[in-house]
């Protein structure tokens, strides 16, 4: 009960001292500035202006101390030594690039951006088209949506049972061997089977986003206008063809925005990882490895921080024009 109790007063003495600060600020600021007497109409228009950066003061400082900061900082270790003290220039670098396990690292990494991002978006588009055609639609869209619930170590270890290898002479546990075994086949330790391995931690991630890339993309089916696809049917079109032609294309802007967002979770992906393989067997990727060379070993501070830049460099552009395509669709 300890660790529960202590939890507890943590969330009590944070949403107290939040409570304290907005309360506190605001009460300040309407005293210092009243908004009464001759200079009322000054003081509001003060206030006005000071009022919105009481609250996002907090924010923005949290946003510079733990974002803004840590990427100077990251860079500015990329050149330093194993212990962050001595100024190694481009020694970080040349090793990164000369490494045979940051190749793996990067080539699993664009293994997982080409197939996680296009499944979960495909699989989550199927799911809000065929969900808004059937009665009970709204508890298959929450049956779907529930792995969003369930953190990334705890699916891991669900598919962790899935996956589960007893050995040829004892009782398979896992669904998939307990599958192949009643068929007559031959259980696997599916992952550490190369190259497939990596599909099967795949499939974790896409299970768990599916349901998110369901809700975003079923919310934009029911904005399609019902005109165009009365006029559609009048046409004589299939069912097919007016989910392809008509409807798809109306909604390409947000498929391409939830595909980004999965494309930059799917970049710093780490632990399913850490969990399932912990990059054994051929399944290293970026930020496990970045986090191997950080926390294991003594930690490297140089290398772990080019890493971490390498993974910055991958997630930005991405993040501008998801950015973009968002405000587009907002416009």
Same mark, same amino acid.
Not at 175 to 199: E, R
Not at 212 to 233: C, H, N, P
Not at 264 to 270: A, E, G, H, R, T
């Given at each position: ?104 690292? #990067?080539? &699993? +990494? !664009?293994?997982?951006?080409? $197939?996680?991002?296009?499944?979960? *978006?495909? @699989? ?70 190369? #190259?497939? &391995? +990596? !599909?099967?931690?795949?499939? $974790?991630?896409?299970?768990?986003? *599916?349901? @998110? ?119």
């Amino acid at each position: 009960m300890g660790p529960l109790i202590n939890a507890s007063l943590v969330v009590i003495l944070g949403v107290a001292a939040c409570f304290a600060y907005f309360f506190g600020t605001n009460w300040l600021l309407d005293r210092v500035y009243p908004a009464q007497g001759d200079a009322a109409v000054a003081n509001m228009a003060v206030t006005a202006q000071v009022r919105p950066w009481l609250f996002l003061g907090p924010a923005v400082v949290l946003l510079g101390l733990y974002l803004v900061y840590p990427v100077f900082n990251s860079l500015w270790l990329s050149f330093k030594d194993v212990n962050g003290r001595e100024f190694v220039g481009t020694a970080n670098y040349q090793w990164l690039f000369n490494d045979p396990e940051f190749r793996e690292s #990067f080539f &699993n +990494n !664009i293994l997982w951006l080409l $197939i996680v991002p296009a499944g979960a *978006t495909l @699989f989550g588009l199927l799911a809000a088209a065929l969900t808004d055609r059937i009665a009970w639609g709204n508890f298959a869209k929450s049956l779907i949506f529930m792995p969003m619930a369930i953190s990334f170590i705890g699916a891991s270890v669900i598919w962790k049972f899935i996956y589960e290898y007893r050995g040829p002479d004892s009782e398979q546990i896992g669904l998939i061997n307990a599958i192949v075994t009643f068929f007559g086949g031959d259980p696997q330790a599916w992952i550490t089977v190369p #190259f497939w &391995n +990596n !599909i099967f931690l795949m499939i $974790i991630l896409i299970w768990i986003q *599916t349901g @998110f890339a369901m809700v975003i993309l079923s919310a934009a089916l029911r904005g399609i206008s019902e005109e165009t696809i009365e006029a559609a049917v009048i046409d004589g079109a299939s069912p097919l063809q007016i989910f392809f032609k008509i409807k798809v294309p109306q909604i390409w802007g947000t498929i391409a925005v939830v595909w980004t967002t999965i494309t930059i979770l799917v970049l710093k992906v780490f632990d399913i990882v850490l969990a399932m393989t912990n990059g054994q067997w051929n399944t290293q990727v970026l930020a496990n490895y970045m986090f191997d060379w950080m926390f294991r070993g003594g930690g490297d501070y140089g290398r772990a921080s080019a890493i971490a830049l390498v993974i910055m460099a991958m997630v930005i552009p991405i993040m501008i024009w998801n950015i973009r395509e968002a405000r587009k669709d907002m416009t």
